[in-house]
């Protein structure tokens, strides 16, 4: 075979330039410290590589989220036990003052702590985390929780309902709730005493009917009913002029009796001849009715409806006003002892339902709290095993890059040696 002069420069500079490639290629393998340049070099390794930082992208995702929470949780958990301690203060002066030797001064200043320890829980209920965020409002985090009205009550302005707490995600299957609406908190706590009950219009009256207060007027029979939905129904006379009368009924329209078997009914108003009601004198009238007394005002129309049941839940500010108030009403002599004793009871027992439902949030809170702190580990062990992973498929072997770049220099030089010998051959030498 006739090898030209040509084909003998063309083999000595693509052999150069191979050498000079590979050279070059491991030189920036180790100047990167990667064991492939571009995807082309390993398609596999590099959809691996691809899918590992993703995975620890969002792993590390997952534990800011954790980091967010557990400061807002961890002083949401400091925020119950303060309520708790506050609680316990009132629960010892509601006992303190429910004493027959304690003089005027002693439940004038009960009565004084009690609102000034009212007035703490409410500070608590609008307290702020480090995020200028609202504790307890849900969702709504920039809007105060709870407002106090004119008429002294507090009312809760959060967020409820679905969606009324924010979750972050911990993993790419759990959402952790970041903290507790106030209307769970501080609202929604079950009444104990079976001795609160209130009174409603029905949906469907027509009239004027209005209802100024509830009480309890005989303990026995109020808690006999305590479980009872009764309904107060108004009827015109069927002639006029005549009187506006009222009958007691249960849910399912069966009349009711009173602890002497008589039928519970009674006269509010009368009608004028042109069928016009007239309001009874005084226009307060109060209706007594399985141990409870509704007081009411107002026009009914025919077949008016007032639905009289027992109190499911009380806030704790309610109790707590209920029973410095009572504990005011006993100095002026507006109620007696047997009337305070009653109030100081029902303090008490709804204090401890408040008591148990803030334990029942405290341990979810410690729970969420836990699985964070759980979470954090197992985050970091996984951080762990994929770097681990994405540094097996990524990262260059230097001591096999070291030994091939000191291959491939020699090469390199070996070839830019022969190259430039061959260079140098020609026929005419030899002539």
Same mark, same amino acid.
């Given at each position: 075979?006739?090898?030209?002069?040509?084909?003998?420069?063309?083999?000595?500079?693509?052999?150069?330039?191979?050498?000079?490639?590979?050279?070059?290629?491991?030189?920036?393998?180790?100047?990167?410290?990667?064991?492939?340049?571009?995807?082309?070099?390993?398609?596999?390794?590099?959809?691996?590589?691809?899918?590992?930082?993703?995975?620890?992208?969002?792993?590390?995702?997952?534990?800011?989220?954790?980091?967010? +929470? !557990?400061?807002?949780?961890?002083?949401?958990?400091?925020?119950?036990? =303060?309520?708790?301690?506050?609680?316990?203060?009132?629960?010892?002066?509601?006992?303190?003052?429910?004493?027959?030797?304690?003089? !005027?001064?002693?439940?004038?200043?009960?009565?004084?702590?009690?609102? !000034?320890?009212?007035?703490?829980?409410?500070?608590?209920?609008?307290?702020?985390?480090?995020?200028?965020?609202?504790?307890? +409002?849900?969702?709504?985090?920039?809007?105060?929780?709870?407002?106090?009205?004119?008429?002294?009550?507090?009312?809760?302005?959060? +967020?409820? *309902?679905?969606?009324? %707490?924010?979750?972050?995600?911990?993993?790419?299957?759990?959402?952790?709730?970041?903290?507790?609406?106030?209307?769970?908190?501080?609202?929604?706590?079950?009444?104990?005493?079976?001795?609160?009950?209130?009174?409603?219009?029905?949906?469907?009256?027509? *009239?004027?009917?209005?209802?100024?207060?509830?009480? %309890?007027?005989?303990?026995?029979?109020?808690?006999?009913?305590?479980?009872?939905?009764?309904?107060?129904?108004?009827?015109?006379?069927?002639?006029?002029?005549?009187?506006?009368?009222?009958?007691?009924?249960?849910?399912?329209?069966?009349?009711?009796?009173?602890?002497?078997?008589?039928?519970?009914?009674?006269?509010?108003?009368?009608?004028? =001849?042109?069928?016009?009601?007239?309001?009874?004198?005084?226009?307060?009238?109060?209706?007594?009715?399985?141990?409870?007394?509704?007081?009411?005002?107002?026009?009914?129309?025919?077949?008016?409806?007032?639905?009289?049941?027992?109190?499911?839940?009380?806030?704790?500010?309610?109790?707590?006003?209920?029973?410095?108030?009572?504990?005011?009403?006993?100095?002026?002599?507006?109620? *007696?002892?047997?009337?305070?004793?009653? +109030?100081?009871?029902?303090?008490?027992?709804?204090?401890?339902?408040?008591?148990?439902?803030?334990?029942?949030?405290?341990?979810?809170?410690?729970?969420?709290?836990?699985?964070?702190?759980?979470?954090?580990?197992?985050?970091?062990?996984?951080?762990?095993?994929?770097?681990?992973?994405?540094?097996?498929?990524?990262?260059?072997?230097?001591?096999?890059?070291?030994?091939?770049?000191?291959?491939?220099? =020699?090469?390199?030089?070996?070839?830019?040696?022969?190259?430039?010998?061959?260079? !140098?051959?020609?026929?005419?030498?030899?002539?």
């Amino acid at each position: 075979m006739r090898i030209s002069t040509p084909q003998m420069y063309q083999g000595g500079l693509s052999a150069m330039q191979r050498a000079q490639s590979n050279f070059n290629k491991t030189s920036l393998q180790m100047s990167t410290g990667r064991s492939y340049l571009t995807p082309s070099d390993d398609p596999n390794g590099a959809a691996q590589t691809v899918q590992l930082d993703t995975n620890i992208k969002k792993t590390e995702q997952y534990q800011r989220n954790n980091d967010l +929470a !557990k400061p807002r949780l961890e002083q949401e958990e400091a925020q119950i036990v =303060a309520t708790q301690n506050v609680l316990q203060r009132v629960r010892e002066l509601v006992v303190a003052g429910n004493n027959d030797t304690y003089i !005027k001064q002693n439940r004038t200043i009960i009565a004084s702590e009690i609102r !000034k320890l009212r007035e703490d829980i409410i500070g608590i209920a609008n307290l702020k985390d480090a995020n200028d965020e609202y504790l307890f +409002a849900g969702a709504r985090s920039h809007t105060e929780p709870f407002v106090t009205g004119t008429d002294g009550k507090v009312s809760y302005v959060g +967020a409820i *309902g679905a969606g009324s %707490v924010r979750e972050v995600s911990i993993t790419n299957a759990q959402n952790v709730a970041i903290g507790d609406t106030g209307s769970a908190v501080f609202m929604e706590i079950p009444e104990r005493s079976g001795l609160l009950n209130e009174a409603v219009p029905k949906s469907t009256n027509t *009239g004027t009917l209005y209802v100024n207060s509830t009480s %309890v007027t005989n303990l026995d029979d109020a808690l006999n009913s305590s479980e009872q939905t009764l309904r107060i129904r108004f009827s015109y006379p069927p002639t006029n002029p005549g009187p506006v009368e009222y009958d007691v009924l249960d849910l399912d329209g069966n009349s009711v009796r009173n602890s002497s078997g008589d039928l519970i009914s009674g006269i509010y108003g009368n009608t004028d =001849a042109a069928g016009v009601f007239v309001a009874p004198t005084p226009s307060t009238q109060s209706i007594e009715l399985a141990g409870r007394m509704v007081t009411i005002t107002g026009e009914p129309a025919d077949g008016d409806e007032l639905i009289s049941r027992p109190v499911s839940q009380v806030t704790i500010f309610q109790t707590l006003d209920d029973i410095a108030t009572a504990f005011e009403d006993s100095l002026t002599g507006t109620i *007696g002892s047997e009337a305070l004793s009653r +109030a100081s009871s029902i303090a008490l027992r709804n204090i401890d339902s408040g008591l148990g439902r803030l334990d029942e949030v405290r341990t979810t809170v410690g729970l969420r709290i836990s699985t964070l702190e759980m979470q954090t580990g197992l985050n970091d062990e996984r951080v762990l095993d994929l770097s681990t992973t994405l540094s097996d498929v990524r990262d260059l072997d230097y001591a096999d890059a070291i030994s091939r770049f000191k291959l491939q220099e =020699a090469v390199l030089e070996a070839a830019q040696q022969t190259y430039v010998k061959v260079n !140098k051959l020609s026929l005419f030498d030899f002539l």
